[in-house]
């Protein structure tokens, strides 16, 4: 009786051992490295529920701009992030490693140049010889170009301080510089906390794009992470559209700010995942020559050469 017991105890732990070893030989999910400016693709996943239940770990790096995600992206430091459509073809015209393979856009509003509301600047023509904050290299930069040339400024008239958000708004407030090219949420927080007015905007001026990029070492090496990440941005944006209060909501926790202020910026913005099509892509390409134009771009090139067309169905 113990000889037939113990030999079924010996067959059942030998089961249980190869179970146990085939389960150790499945090779783990690679981690998939997403940067994430503040308030964007973690607020937005996680206020939409497309981080639960992933089939491989993410870890998020918050950056406060593009030009410092781009860099990271390039240097292979992280696998994919968001940032505007011009920021990521000023780096991939200087040999960036990198591919875009998803967008949103934004309505033209949301690109901006704020002034103080009380202040002596009603025009456009008003900036001549004062001081205005841009971010270099991307939406405000190549904005606040074409806002002074529909109003007849030569850049060379205004004194341009090259500033990323967190030094600009410090500048901005004390009075150091007069204006600031801005993008929401900022221009939000702005006027609806610190006595600001939008003195014009870039409606009908710039493609008001923003790009899903990646790197080609992510592209070679977790294709399947980054399928599955842009169709749950893709998702992500879908709801976030049919639940603008509890995305502001969540996004506003998160980054600490006031939910009166993400809830303006994102009625501004109304931004929606769009497919990179060929009326896209000509839009692209009529801004990136502009900016080759204007020095914001240091080539001219097929903005088509920058996009993996083949997460159009992910």
């Known amino acids: 009786m113990n000889n037939h017991v113990n030999r079924r105890a010996v067959l059942a732990a030998s089961g249980l051992l190869a179970v146990a070893g ?15 400016q503040r308030g964007g693709l973690q607020a937005l996943l996680e206020a939409s529920n497309q981080v639960k239940d992933l ?17 990271a992206l390039n240097a292979d430091a992280v696998d994919i992030g968001s940032m505007g459509d011009l920021n990521f073809f000023s780096v991939f015209a200087n040999g960036a490693a990198i591919r875009a393979v998803g967008a949103t856009r934004s309505d033209g509003a949301s690109q901006n140049i704020v002034v103080k ?45 090259w500033l990323l958000p967190s ?5 901005y407030r004390s009075g150091a510089i007069d204006a600031w090219s801005v993008w929401e949420p900022f221009t939000s927080l702005e006027v609806l ?20 990029a990646v790197s080609e070492p992510a592209l070679r090496n977790k294709r399947p992470q980054l399928e599955d990440f842009v169709r749950r941005n893709r998702l992500g944006w879908e ?9 502001a909501r969540t996004t506003a926790a998160l980054i600490r700010q006031p939910v009166p ?14 497919p990179i099509d060929a009326a896209l892509l000509a ?15 240091s080539r001219r090139f097929k903005v088509a050469d920058g996009i993996d067309a083949s997460f159009a169905d992910a």
């Open 117 to 161: 509301a009380d202040g002596p600047i009603r025009t456009v023509a008003d900036l001549r010889g004062k001081r205005v904050a841009a971010a270099r290299g991307g939406w405000t930069h190549y904005s606040l170009f074409r806002i002074l040339e529909k109003a007849g400024v030569k850049p060379s008239e205004v004194n341009i301080a």
């Open 283 to 297: 839009e692209f390409q009529e801004a990136v020559d502009r900016c080759v134009e204007y020095g914001i771009v």
């Open 22 to 36: 085939a389960a150790r030989a499945q090779p783990r999910a690679a981690t998939l490295r997403v940067g994430s």
């Open 193 to 212: 906390n610190f006595g600001s007015r939008v003195l014009a905007d870039a409606r009908g001026l710039t493609p008001s794009a923003s790009l899903l």
């Open 55 to 71: 089939p491989y770990p993410v870890a998020w790096s918050e950056f406060q701009a593009a030009q410092p995600l781009l860099e």
């Open 167 to 171: 030094d600009a708004a410090l500048a």
């Open 239 to 247: 709801w976030a559209n049919a639940h603008l209060k509890d995305y």
């Open 261 to 274: 202020v993400i809830e303006r910026a994102y009625e501004v913005s109304a931004q929606k995942a769009v």
